[in-house]
């Protein structure tokens, strides 16, 4: 049973490009939630989805990031014109209605 | 904002001793508690967790204690092995009436070193 899938695992983008970041949740779990990491930090919330809705983006920037999760196919968080701050090992978890959150390996996302 | 954190950033102990993570956490409505354990370059692995109505619960060597009076959770490692040496991050959630809603709030973390 393969666990929580992120790709890429590694990201480098030039300032003002475009970052996608996929994941792919665990087979059986229908909730997704993304966090994001900086340097020596813990994971700090963005937002949580489950099949075609958003649930709470409380911790998404108002611009640049959005995120889905549609029927068919992985979880995506989208980043729009990326700045170097943008830089962070981004995490994506997933669960089954009132168990524990799954953790896929992360991307690292970097901006030159 | 409320937010979870932690006493002792950094954890150097010899392998075979015990291991003990101290948490501290503001928000009262918290009702479920989480240690994860993460190693470089990989994502956070669940360790164990603890419900609020609960003030021990033990796992294969290790043990969650929660204190809600001082609101103080602790992650206590029996026999430390050179493989528990990694990041430990303690993580609350707040049931939101009774759904599966989930976003967890992480502590800073603590570097945890076990030397040969």
Known sequence: NAGVMQNPRHLVRRRGQEARLRCSPMKGHSHVYWYRQLPEEGLKFMVYLQKENIIDESGMPKERFSAEFP???????RIQQVVRGDSAAYFCASNRPNNEQFFGPGTRLTVL | GESVGLHLPT???QEGDNSIINCAYSNSASDYFIWYKQESGKGPQFIIDIRSNMDKRQGQRVTVLLN???KHLSLQIAATQPGDSAVYFCAEKVNAGGTSYGKLTFGQGT???VHP
Request: aromatic share 0%; net charge positive; no cysteine.
């Open chain 2, 111 to 113: 570097i945890l070193t």
């Open chain 2, 68 to 70: 809600k009076t001082v």
């Open chain 1, 71 to 77: 029927k068919e196919g992985p979880s995506i968080l």
């Open chain 2, 11 to 13: 954890l150097s102990v």
